[in-house]
């Protein structure tokens, strides 16, 4: 099961993983970008985001062997 705020992105499965970061930190409204004492949560759902593709990418890799 795919998070669904990384669903929400819309992105393929070949985007980049710099790609994933600005779409996710666009998702993002502005004030909640701009507030200092939010960093912390900022970067856990930038690594969240992060996460899901690259195992989104390894659920659509074709087995090699």
Known sequence: MTD???QRLGL???ASPYTVL???VRALHPDT???RGFRAARKRFYRQMLC???ARQA???PPSG
């Open 22 to 24: 600005r779409a996710a």
């Open 59 to 61: 659920a659509s890799d």
């Open 52 to 54: 899901a593709h690259a």
């Open 12 to 14: 393929p499965a070949k």
């Open 33 to 35: 970008r701009a507030v």
């Open 4 to 6: 669904p705020a990384y």
